[in-house]
């Protein structure tokens, strides 16, 4: 995408119901691909990787990271539209919209954090476009929010 390019995101909310565990890869015969719904369930779930050098996408190996989760609903009831978010990439970041646990040391008055509202944004890619992208916008809309940035499950947990 050109950076001077806008984009728009739709965001839903979807019903999954009773999911179906994808983890045979489309590449493969028998697959998914193009067929109704197994008989018993609400939807197909994948966690999805990105192949290397290709347009493709598979179903993510178990001990490595997905790229994205993939919900496949065959009624349309399950989805419920809920933002539509418009954006322009930028790569550069504000750093004044990060939020470092530092920032909570007591050293000081505390009336800045009053109204603060904080977002725990975990991402294994922290300076990915599109991520910063969205923490810009959301920080643009109200400059109140600020974010920890963690790159990880552990990293959470001792935040």
């Known amino acids: ?11 839903s909310w979807v019903m999954m119901g009773k999911p179906f565990p994808v983890i045979e890869s489309p590449m493969t ?16 779930y994948v966690l999805v990787k990105k192949a290397r050098n290709r347009l493709r996408f598979s179903v ?8 994205y989760d993939e919900i496949v609903v065959a009624d349309p009831s ?15 970041l504000n750093s004044s919209i990060i939020f470092k ?7 000081g008055s505390s ?16 300076n990915d476009p599109r991520s910063v992208e969205l923490m ?3 920080n643009k809309s109200d400059p109140s929010v600020k974010f920890v940035q963690i790159t990880s499950l552990s990293e959470l947990k001792s935040w």
């Open 1 to 11: 995408v050109d950076q001077d390019q806008s984009s728009t995101l739709l965001m």
């Open 29 to 44: 015969k028998p697959n998914l691909v193009g067929k109704k719904l197994v008989k018993g369930f609400d939807s197909h």
């Open 60 to 67: 993510c190996p178990p001990n490595d990271s997905p790229d």
């Open 78 to 92: 399950q989805i419920l539209p809920r933002y539509i978010i418009h954006y322009r990439r930028q790569i550069h």
């Open 101 to 107: 646990p530092e920032d909570l040391d007591g050293s």
């Open 111 to 126: 009336d800045h954090l009053k109204d603060l509202k904080l977002i725990v944004w975990v991402d294994d890619k922290p």
């Open 136 to 138: 810009k916008i959301v």
